[in-house]
């Protein structure tokens, strides 16, 4: 049995790095620190559907091959493809993605990430607009104003309230949990309760002195300079909302609408109507007030507003807002990523290309544009004839058409698990899990980069993304240096 | 592999050559007295200028800071790209080029070395992988270290040697190079929104001043014993009025130097040489820094030279960055580091016709050519902030030739045309001088001995100028001198030729430079240290320093420091 400290859980962007696990004969037997996600990643993430053997369809079966013929039919398919498309990307470490753009630029084709499914908005907003942003830890330290919008947290970034928000402890800012505490005390049952503050106090003893029983007597309340307030916007009323000072309830595609509101009340204007997006005017002052006279705010958003009405639209105008209150006070936004290196995927591309995502390779030089480059486009005009798919599973969660087309040419998938994508593919290549089965490094939702550990051996015979992805361009080099001799 | 370049004009200032006829010997990789003339391979430099490799000591070319500015600049990467060819890969150039096109445009200009000059710490990965991926050039990276709270602490108490000790194990755990101070205590206040405007401001609670943490690094500097000296992007910097508070600043550390050598390096001290109230009484305040460091030794300086362009800012200085932004109006990227640092991104266009740009564009070059010594002023543009790098071979006509900078006068806003005292200046530096300011005092004023020169030992990284000086007169035919620096007819690197009239033949990796700082008693991790450090970043101890399998090629340099 051994214990491996500061592991890196390869989830969700929170890329929470103080994970404590215990190992056993080369089996994960127990996690430290992290949260239901992360723990059942760790736990479970070798048993089910499982890949453990490279396959070609042969006669429209799977069939069981070795990866040297494997790596040989992919890197053949790719050659001989006028524009394939690679995607993927996010749920793998930066050096694999390295070596998957050089692919794309070695066979002239697309190579793009899970942004484009979902914060791509987000990054063309940023190319219009900018944006003032910090590391998590600048949070942590300063802010006394929090606003998650069309986000939860609480289910989809399990640990970002504790470790970097409102209930962590900073050098300015201190943590509110102990409000929150007795609020959901009121909301929820005592157990919901024990097990909220043992989370929080995971590495100290519970002191004493919290015992539930003398909550409400305990000198801990305060709601001082350093407190912090929460603000939620959400078209539900989420598990996040429930915690929050104020939770603005919004009628679903009606962001947009609402943040101009708040533009125009952060710069002092007034408002004719009574009521935006179905919230009271009155309500979204007392918000703004909040916003201008913090000392720090911050503003995490996710999905619900890039992917609601408006898109773009909506992410220029929360950037504006952000932008526009710097003027009164510190203000910083940042988008909640997903995947647990969609972060770095925008990292890698960027520096080796110019560009996050959507990069066309096709004319020898990167191209971007959004809409005409960027995959599932590509695929709904039908113009790619084979794709490679790494660590994700298009097929069941691209629009049917775009899915469609994908089986409709050769298809690659490199992955640990038999999911989707990989049943309909031609070419199967089992890989190890980043983080898990093999190191790398990884970019958290800040961009803060962190390194990713190999703490179990994979199966025998499967292999890093990395590596297998370099036996095929390798394999890719040869079979053109081939064609150039046989063209000689 | 043996080298050898026959009959060329050599300017190897630092070994007092100075356009002789001399033959260079490479083998190895290294220069050396001579080779076996048979087995070498020979190339005819007759007729040619050979020169060490160029250098440059602050060139912003990896790391977050860049790469954001590249996401936040696609329309600055439509119209400059390369193709991939059979030897080299594809990507962007203009104003922030994608790695591989960075190492490429280097080289065809000649240049071996490049120092990235901000990284912040918690990033430092991401500037290493960066620079890992950046070809054919060496490089470095300095950490921002002025505001980092360790520092403000241990400085508050007076601590100098347990700075030192952590400043020691920081270079270290981030690979870096040098001390950088980017607008000391005001990057710090910028966390809240705030900023310092004097030397003398108290920085908010820290309760030290800008001037206790200059001093306070520069004798941090000396008691390591670092190759180069602290490397300060001033207070106020980008503020009318400021070359008070450069002059300040140099003075500040006036007493700390000894023996005549440098104590403080003044980057792209262009945008720190303001005179003036506001934007209306904006003037050059070049004559009166030319002035004291004339008269001065400890300290060096780099130009920050502006070109007309459209170009992307990009420094530490979160306040700065903003207040362009307002200024301008165009799109503008913050990104604040915990403990550590800030970082802020503005697009912005130099025009001719503007009366500061113009300004800036003639305190650039007024400093370069006023200050006698060309040891003390080294080229730069602050890459990408007063104009891309690709720019230099403009910089190096400007400062040959009258001429060449009257052409741009006569097209330049004629209130800063009026006013600017290049009018009054005939000086026109030679290749020696040249020499020393793109490469031998680059890398002297870093403290690196191998590179810089063409002695026997130094690494073998030189640069082919296909100029005649016995025939051609680089004052008269300044466009001949921008066309040879732009594609050198031959850069050597390492002994290999990499590139070749402006064609890339090699795609061969760079060295990463990095200092491993030896203290006598090392900054342990004590419980103290540890739990500072849970508390004051957002990562793991263990997942904080830059392991060594992150530079594609390491180059350590030992320094043993008696603290
Ligand atoms: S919050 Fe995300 S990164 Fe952190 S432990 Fe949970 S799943 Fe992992
Ligand atoms: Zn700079």
Redesign the pocket.
């Known amino acids: 049995m051994s214990v491996v400290t500061a592991v890196t859980?390869p989830?969700?962007g929170?890329?929470?790095d103080d994970?404590e696990l215990t190992i056993h004969d080369n089996k994960v037997v127990k996690v430290k620190n992290?949260?239901a996600?992360?723990e059942a990643k760790f736990m479970g993430y070798s048993s089910e559907h499982r890949l453990l053997k490279p396959m070609i369809r042969k006669n429209g079966e799977l069939v069981k091959v070795s990866i040297t013929e494997a790596v040989k039919k992919a890197a053949n398919i790719l050659a001989e493809a006028n524009y394939p498309v690679l995607y993927g990307w996010s749920n793998t470490s930066c050096e694999a993605i390295s070596v998957g753009i050089e692919l794309a630029e070695e066979v002239g084709g697309v190579i793009d990430n899970t942004s484009v499914v979902c914060h791509g908005p987000s990054l063309l907003s940023i190319q219009e607009v900018g944006i003032p942003s910090c590391t998590l830890g600048q949070v942590r330290h300063r802010a006394d104003l929090i606003i998650y919008w069309g986000s939860n947290p609480w289910s989809s970034?399990?640990?970002?309230i504790e470790r970097y928000t409102a209930f962590s402890h900073g050098r300015f800012k201190k943590s509110a949990w102990k409000n929150y505490v007795t609020k959901i005390k009121a909301l929820v049952g005592r157990k919901k309760v024990q097990s909220a503050i043992k989370r929080l106090f995971v590495k100290e003893k519970i002191p004493s002195a919290v015992a539930l029983s003398n909550f409400r007597h305990t000198p801990y309340l305060q709601t001082g300079k350093n407190s912090r307030k929460l603000i939620v916007v959400d078209v539900r009323r989420t598990k996040s909302a429930e915690i929050a000072d104020y939770f603005v309830q919004i009628e679903p595609n009606k962001d947009y609408e609402l943040l101009q509101a708040l533009r125009a009340l952060v710069r002092d204007q007034e408002l004719e109507v009574d009521n935006v997006a179905g919230v009271p005017v009155e309500y979204l002052e007392e918000i703004v007030d909040a916003m201008v006279s913090c000392d720090f705010g911050a503003l995490f958003f996710g999905l619900g507003l890039t992917m609601s009405g408006g898109k773009m639209r909506n992410i220029d105008a929360a950037l504006s807002l952000v932008r526009d209150l710097n003027m009164r006070t510190k203000f910083v936004i940042m988008p909640m990523r997903g995947h647990?290196n969609v972060a770095g995927a925008n990292t890698v591309f960027t520096w080796q290309t110019g560009y996050p995502y959507a990069v066309d390779f096709s004319l020898g030089y990167p191209r971007y544009n959004p809409g005409e480059t960027s995959v599932v486009d590509i695929l709904l005009r039908k113009e790619s004839d084979a794709a490679l798919i790494v660590a994700s599973d298009p097929i069941s969660n691209f629009p049917r058409k775009a899915a469609e087309h994908l089986t409709e040419n050769p298809l690659i998938a490199i992955d640990p698990h038999m999911n989707v994508t990989a049943q309909v593919a031609d070419v199967v290549i089992p890989s190890a899990f980043a983080g898990i089965e093999a190191a790398g490094t990884a970019y958290r939702m800040d961009h803060v980069p962190i390194p990713l550990k190999k703490v179990v051996e994979p199966p025998k015979g499967v292999l890093p993304d990395e590596t297998i992805l370099q036996r095929i361009l390798a394999e890719v080099k040869k079979l053109k240096q081939a064609n150039v001799r046989e063209e000689a | 592999m043996e080298l050898l370049i026959k009959n060329g004009f050599v300017y190897d200032p630092i070994n007092g050559v100075n356009g002789e006829k001399i033959d260079i010997a490479v083998k190895n990789g290294k220069i050396v007295e001579k080779v076996n003339e048979c087995k070498a391979k020979k190339i005819n430099a007759s007729g040619m200028v050979v020169m060490p490799g160029g250098v440059d000591i602050h060139s912003h070319i990896a790391g977050g800071k860049v790469n954001s500015g590249r996401l936040l600049r696609p329309e600055d990467h439509y119209r400059d790209f390369e193709k991939k060819t059979r030897i080299t890969r594809s990507g962007v150039g203009r104003s922030v080029p994608s790695t591989f096109t960075t190492g490429y445009r280097y080289a065809r200009m000649g240049y071996t070395m490049v120092m990235d000059p901000a990284m912040p710490p918690l990033e430092a990965k991401h500037t290493h992988e960066e620079l890992s991926d950046t070809p054919l050039i060496d490089k470095a990276s300095y950490p921002l270290l002025g505001d980092w709270w360790f520092v403000l602490e241990y400085l508050k108490d007076g601590k100098i040697e347990e700075c030192a000790r952590h400043v020691a194990w920081m270079i270290t755990a981030t690979k870096g190079y040098a001390i950088k101070l980017v607008n000391p205590g005001g990057l710090e206040a910028w966390g809240f929104g705030n900023n310092v405007s004097s030397l003398d401001d108290q920085i908010p609670h820290f309760g030290v001043t800008p001037r206790e943490i200059i001093r306070g690094l520069c004798k941090v500097n000396q008691l390591l014993g670092l190759p180069h000296t602290i490397h300060v992007h001033t207070n106020n910097l980008g503020v009318p009025g400021n070359y008070a508070t450069a002059l300040e600043t140099m003075r500040c550390v006036e007493d700390l130097a000894a023996g005549g050598k440098p104590v403080i390096h003044i980057t792209h001290c262009q945008f720190s040489a303001f005179k003036g109230d506001d934007w209306r009484t904006f003037e050059s305040g070049a004559e009166e820094i030319a002035n004291y460091v004339n008269a001065c030794s400890h300290v060096t300086l780099d130009m920050g030279q502006v070109i007309f362009t459209d170009t992307t800012t990009m420094t530490a200085d979160g306040p700065f960055q903003y207040s362009l932004h307002t200024l301008s109006g165009n799109k503008w990227v913050n990104h604040d580091v915990e403990t550590e640092t800030s970082t802020g991104i503005v697009p912005f266009h130099y025009k001719r016709k503007n009366y500061v740009h113009a300004t800036q564009w003639s305190i650039g070059l007024e400093l370069a050519l006023l200050i006698r010594d060309p040891w003390k002023i080294l080229m730069t543009t602050d890459h990408p902030n007063g104009g891309p790098f690709i720019a230099y071979p403009k910089i190096v006509a400007w400062l040959m030739s009258r001429k060449a900078r009257e052409a741009t006068l006569k097209r330049i806003n004629p209130k800063a045309r009026s006013r600017s005292l290049l009018q009054s200046i005939d000086r026109e530096l030679d290749f020696s001088e040249i020499a020393i300011m793109t490469r031998a005092g680059q890398a002297k004023a870093l403290g690196l001995n191998c590179k810089g020169h063409l002695g026997v030992g130094a690494d073998a990284d030189i640069a082919i100028y296909n100029f005649n000086p016995e025939t051609t007169d680089p004052s008269r035919k300044y466009k001949a001198v921008r066309r040879v620096f732009k594609k050198a007819a031959y850069t050597i690197k390492n002994g290999q030729i990499v590139a070749k009239d402006g064609e890339v033949l090699r795609h061969v990796n760079g060295a990463t430079f990095w200092l491993n700082v030896q203290t006598r008693e090392p900054a342990v991790l004590t419980a103290e240290m540890q739990r500072r450090f849970k508390e004051y970043w957002t990562v793991e101890y263990e997942n904080y320093p830059v392991s060594e399998n992150y530079l594609a090629v390491s180059h350590p340099i030992t320094v043993k420091a008696d603290v």
């Open positions: 859980c989830v969700c929170c890329l929470c994970i992290g949260c996600m992360c970034h399990p640990r970002h647990f």
